[in-house]
Nanobody, 121 residues
Framework: QVQLVESGGGLVQAGGSLRLSCAASGRIFSILAMGWYRQAPGRQRELVARITSAGSTNYADSVKGRFAISRDNAKNTVHLQMNSLKPEDTAVYYC???????????????WGQGTQVTVSS
């Protein structure tokens, strides 16, 4: 029904930058919010950043001032610009959207497959 395709992960040295992108397609009537989560080995999945359709954002304290989330509503895409990366940012990053498939239907959460981000020291 809904597909999320992520791109932009990879290996980078500490202090470097990466830009993640996620494109949503399929049976989408409206997207209420889009976000990025991450999960490091042995740890729970955590919110990194999220942005609503109105442009309101929230960030994990650990990434404030270093990461920036943006979205293109017309293209149903969300980006995460990650600067000043640290080894502790190493994780699998997942795109997530909260969307309605049809008008007046309750929203659902959809997840991408994840993209690996590795920051070497």
């Amino acid at each position: 029904q809904v597909q999320l395709v992520e791109s932009g992960g990879g290996l980078v040295q500490a202090g470097g930058s990466l830009r993640l992108s996620c494109a949503a397609s399929g049976r989408i009537f409206s997207i209420l919010a889009m976000g990025w989560y991450r999960q490091a080995p042995g740890r729970q999945r955590e919110l990194v950043a999220r942005i609503t359709s109105a442009g309101s954002t929230n960030y994990a304290d650990s990434v404030k001032g270093r990461f920036a989330i943006s979205r293109d509503n017309a293209k149903n895409t969300v980006h995460l610009q990650m600067n000043s990366l640290k080894p502790e940012d190493t994780a699998v990053y997942y795109c997530e959207i909260t969307a309605r498939n049809r008008e007046f239907m309750p929203p659902n959460d959809y997840w991408g497959q994840g993209t690996q981000v590795t920051v070497s020291s």
